[in-house]
């Protein structure tokens, strides 16, 4: 295995119940990481109290009043979501996933602002697979917070990749999950946006997470009123940079040797089930749920395509959002994105044999 940063682990923030399901199903783990497990298990029964008294909190809290409905960014992984989340986000009525909701999604709302302070120091300067800063008010992707809630999740098999296949298709598809793990994971997901909502009530949810790429029509089941963007990136540069994504999040969170593991292959396979289940599950929505948008039109004009966005969805306070949107993209206009090279000869021709008709839909040529 290779060595690892030195930062607390994801799976810090997971309930007892939780971590003891993902153990037994999926450890041993290796000898060397068994002091992330251990401690894992002792911050989640340290936290029980305030676990419990949190679902007692819940419990007798009103439901928010009725907000609009929730927004949800689509896209592969590496596709541009991330900036087009943080772009939303700034808007004065956008309520989103914070980092002290994903890191203690059981705890967030009490013993969560206690330690927010603490917790902000040791938030890392950025994420660790590119330079985008962590803040305490930087929107995250729910996916961490629900691997904390239910063995259901992709983020496991990056945890114990001796079961990568056993876990990440069925947690990104749903396809082989059964009634009850699937029922289990909806009640989780709802009772975590609704903690969201009290925290921020009478704000549009926005939520940014890849694999909702591949179960649309699941989300859209859930929440019939939602709004759904689409953002599409290069698909060569997508095939790069998810090379990187795989290494350094197995590098960080591995709890099991992974050097078994043909990421390029996971890649590839991943990218053409999630972008065919996304077609024919959107195929007949009306174009007031859904708009598609290009990483590369966003990236070179992007107040146009927040009004497009605001517009086809039929989205309220654009001009009043304007001047707060237009600054938060001038305060990143310098931000420096990972070198992308070119992809050698070997990579092109897979990318072009497998994801061709990608490309062609998407309008990228075969050079990328």
């Known amino acids: 295995m290779e060595e690892r940063f030195d930062s607390s682990h994801a799976l810090y923030g997971a309930d007892p119940l939780t971590l003891w399901r993902v153990w037994r ?5 290796a000898p060397e990481r068994a002091h992330v497990l251990a401690r894992a298990f002792a911050a989640a029964i340290g936290r029980t ?21 929730p927004l949800f960014i689509l896209g592969h992984w590496r596709s541009g979501t991330t900036h087009l989340y943080n772009v939303l986000s700034k808007a004065d009525d956008a309520a989103f996933v914070s980092p002290f909701a994903t890191a203690l999604p059981h705890d967030f709302l009490l013993l969560g602002r206690l330690l927010a302070p603490i917790f ?3 938030l ?8 985008v800063a962590v803040t305490r008010d930087a929107p995250q992707e729910d996916e961490i917070a629900l691997a904390n809630m239910t063995p259901v999740s992709f983020y496991h098999a990056l945890y114990f990749p001796r079961h990568f296949e056993e876990i ?34 009478g704000k549009r949810l926005i939520i940014k997470n890849p694999v909702y790429t591949a179960r649309p029509a699941q989300m859209r089941r859930l929440f019939p009123e939602a709004r759904f963007v689409h953002i599409h990136r290069d698909p060569f540069r997508v095939f790069v940079s998810m090379r990187n ?36 599950e959107t195929r007949d929505w ?4 859904l708009v598609e948008i290009a990483f590369a039109a966003f990236e070179h004009d992007p107040m146009a395509e927040i009004e497009r966005i605001y517009e086809r969805l039929e989205l309220d306070g654009l001009d009043r959002n304007r001047p707060t949107f237009a600054a938060y993209l001038k305060s990143v206009a310098g931000y420096r994105k990972n070198t992308y090279r070119a992809p050698e000869a070997e990579v092109r021709e897979k990318v072009e044999r497998r994801w061709g008709r990608f490309l062609e839909h998407f309008g990228y040529g075969a050079e990328g």
């Open 168 to 201: 990440f298709g069925p947690s990104v598809f749903f396809d082989t999950l059964g009634k009850e793990e699937r029922r289990e994971w909806e009640n989780r997901l709802t009772r975590f946006y609704r903690k969201l909502r009290i925290a921020q009530p």
């Open 124 to 131: 890392p300067a950025h994420r660790y697979i590119d330079r």
């Open 120 to 122: 902000a120091r040791r």
């Open 49 to 69: 109290p305030f676990s419990l008294a949190e679902r007692v909190y819940e419990a007798v809290a009103p439901d928010p009043p009725g907000e609009p409905p």
């Open 25 to 29: 199903r999926y450890g041993p783990v």
């Open 245 to 280: 994504f795989y290494r350094q999040l197995l590098r960080q969170f591995a709890l099991q040797p992974y050097d078994h593991l043909d990421i390029d292959e996971i890649v590839l396979s991943t990218y053409e089930r999630m972008m065919d289940r996304y077609f024919a």
């Open 286 to 289: 009306p174009e007031d749920r």
